[in-house]
């Protein structure tokens, strides 16, 4: 089953190398569909966010807010801290550098990675970047 869209009109223009961004996505992507053997939901969305209290240079900047979202395996709570690690995977062949990839992508896109955790034991994973609102080229 292909992936469900959560994308609202209105959202703001952002600053970003559009293949770049491409990629990240890809990677998130790859990781829920594959966290579902047995089939699930992947779930992209976005939003507008304007918040005084982000983050370093992310304060009192306003954002988009990208989230792809999964109902898969989730992520054991000794694998969080490593997960964004190069070269740590739990797949068989796994190369483990695709959150490390997409990690250096978002924090070179104006330092906004904010990554949410799983939420307790669910089976969710969700990655949360905040990319700087600008022109858009
Ligand atoms: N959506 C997810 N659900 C469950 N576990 C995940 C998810 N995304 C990442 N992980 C865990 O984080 C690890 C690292 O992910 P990462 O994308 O960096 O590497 P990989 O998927 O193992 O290999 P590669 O992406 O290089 O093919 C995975 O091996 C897996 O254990
Ligand atoms: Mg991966």
Same mark, same amino acid.
């Given at each position: 089953?292909?992936?469900?869209?959560?994308?609202?009109?209105?959202? &703001?223009?952002?600053?970003?190398?559009? @293949?770049?961004? %491409?990629?990240?996505?890809?990677?998130?992507?790859?990781?829920?569909?594959?966290?579902?053997?047995?089939?699930? +939901? +992947?779930?992209?969305?976005?939003?507008?966010?304007?918040?005084?209290?982000?983050? %370093?240079?992310?304060?009192?900047?306003?954002?988009?807010?990208?989230?792809?979202?999964?109902? @898969?395996?989730?992520?054991?709570?000794?694998?969080?801290? =490593?997960?964004?690690?190069? $070269?740590?995977?739990?797949? *068989?062949?796994?190369?483990?550098?695709?959150?490390?990839?997409? $990690?250096?992508?978002? *924090?070179?896109?104006? @330092?906004?990675? *904010? &990554?949410?955790?799983? &939420?307790?034991?669910?089976?969710?994973?969700?990655?949360?970047? =905040?990319?700087?609102? @600008?022109?858009?080229?």
């Amino acid at each position: 089953m292909g992936p469900t869209f959560d994308l609202p009109p209105g959202l &703001w223009p952002v600053e970003m190398d559009r @293949g770049q961004i %491409g990629q990240v996505v890809q990677n998130l992507v790859l990781n829920a569909a594959q966290s579902m053997e047995h089939g699930g +939901v +992947v779930r992209i969305s976005a939003r507008n966010v304007s918040d005084p209290k982000l983050p %370093g240079p992310l304060a009192d900047q306003t954002c988009v807010r990208v989230t792809v979202a999964d109902s @898969g395996c989730g992520i054991p709570q000794a694998d969080l801290e =490593r997960i964004f690690d190069p $070269y740590f995977s739990t797949k *068989r062949g796994g190369s483990g550098l695709g959150l490390a990839v997409a $990690y250096s992508i978002v *924090r070179k896109h104006g @330092g906004a990675s *904010r &990554w949410s955790r799983p &939420w307790g034991r669910a089976p969710h994973f969700t990655c949360t970047c =905040r990319l700087r609102v @600008g022109a858009s080229t």
